[in-house]
């Protein structure tokens, strides 16, 4: 059996993965208050100052905006799930392992999926999803990330959005490691769906996905033959509970919602454009480091992520041992390779809290250690 301390202290980290990211101590106290209701009035005020905040975050005035009671994947599925039915055509832009993963969902509740791009870490190209939407007219959605976290990749938005409004396809868009750390404009993008994840750029801690869906996309989703197969994640029914109806659904996770409040008032505090300029600066600074110890960016110049650097190891320089001395001897976590990049490349995040001038100089102090064997 194993022997159970009198409580769990977590280790001191210095976070610097692709998420989680450090969160701040007033959102830690805001999530320690006493639990109340998911029907109590003032959790419906609470509810309705969030949604509030998140309009402001996503740059929409869409008023289907929630957070999602689950992490970055609850929101994709959500979007998937519901927008989509069996036998739609969805064209998907694949850059990598997040986007891999909105066409297995998609393809999961029904979609006939097609891709375009397909190489990881290389910026799929607006006249490709052009050509793609020409070839098939009738393509009810397009899926793009934003910030592909297994790549480092920054994928351009605006024109692929002109492109999909200008076809008449819903724009659907991964916002997971972008919102709150780079500019995402929801409306001014004509972006349908996006979604993202509490514990990335906004610094929250793990477990919400705040989404928005367009007009367009809740039409769509009114005109659906049959509800989608998801029940917790149906966003029709969710309505019913974060609109006016107050109607339960399912027991909102009071305890995050707070969290989530306290963390999108610190973005706000801030300010939007101080923050994207912030990581525009820090990621920047880290990248340097970064490429004076002999790590290469995988991404092509001008489509790099400044809040995630996605780096090729230096010859000879191990993954896994490394990682680990960094973590026991020095408290950094950064994050290995997924899929075909595991062994190859290193995840360093500056997301949110995490985006400071003295996790970078932690991390340089910790692989000139490392570098010097
Ligand atoms: C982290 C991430 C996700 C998945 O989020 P989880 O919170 O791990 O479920 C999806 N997309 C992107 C781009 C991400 O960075």
Redesign the pocket.
């Known amino acids: 059996m194993t022997e159970i301390p009198d409580r769990f202290e977590p280790p001191e980290r210095f976070l610097m993965g692709?998420?989680p990211s450090a969160v701040n101590p007033r959102v830690l106290r805001a999530m320690a208050a006493p639990v109340i209701g998911h029907l109590d009035p003032a959790t419906f005020d609470m509810m309705n100052e969030l949604q509030d905040m998140l309009r402001q975050i996503f740059r929409t005035s869409n008023d289907l905006t929630y957070p999602v009671s689950?992490?970055?994947?609850?929101?994709?599925e959500t979007a998937l799930a519901n927008v989509l039915e069996p036998g739609d055509v969805a064209i998907a832009l694949v850059s990598g392992m997040?986007a891999e993963?909105m066409r297995e969902i998609a393809s999961r509740y029904g979609a006939d999926v097609v891709t375009v791009g397909g190489e990881w870490g290389v910026p799929v190209d607006p006249r490709d999803v052009a050509a793609a939407l020409d070839q098939h007219p009738n393509a009810k959605a397009v899926c793009a990330?934003?910030?592909?976290?297994?790549t480092g990749l920054r994928q351009p938005l605006q024109e692929i959005g002109r492109i999909c409004a200008d076809r008449g396809a819903l724009f659907l868009v991964?916002?997971?490691?972008?919102l709150g750390g780079m500019e995402v404009d929801t409306d001014g993008w004509g972006i349908d769906v996006c979604y993202s994840?509490?514990?990335?750029c906004l610094s929250a801690p793990?477990g919400l996905?705040p989404i928005t869906f367009s007009d367009r996309a809740f039409a769509a989703m009114e005109a659906r033959k049959k509800p989608p197969s998801t029940f917790y994640l149906d966003a029709m029914l969710i309505r019913r509970y974060v609109g006016t109806e107050r109607l339960y659904h399912h027991t909102a996770p009071v305890s995050m919602l707070y969290a989530l409040h306290e963390a999108l008032r610190l973005v706000l505090e801030e300010g939007l454009e101080a923050r994207w300029r912030r990581h525009e600066e820090i990621g920047g600074e880290l990248l340097a480091m970064l490429e004076e110890r002999g790590f290469r960016p995988v991404p092509p110049e001008g489509y790099r992520a400044p809040q995630?650097a996605c780096v090729w190891l230096p010859e000879g320089f191990e993954d896994r041992p490394n990682r680990t001395r960094l973590l026991q001897e020095f408290g950094i976590e950064v994050a290995g390779g997924l899929g075909q990049f595991a062994g190859k490349v290193w995840r360093v995040g500056v997301m949110g809290e995490s985006c400071n001038r003295d996790y970078v100089k932690a991390l340089a102090e910790g692989l000139d250690q490392l570098l010097a064997g």
Do not use: C, I
């Open positions: 692709p998420g689950g992490t970055g994947t609850a929101g994709m997040f993963r990330v934003h910030t592909e976290t297994s991964d916002a997971v490691a972008s994840g509490s514990q990335k793990p996905a995630l």
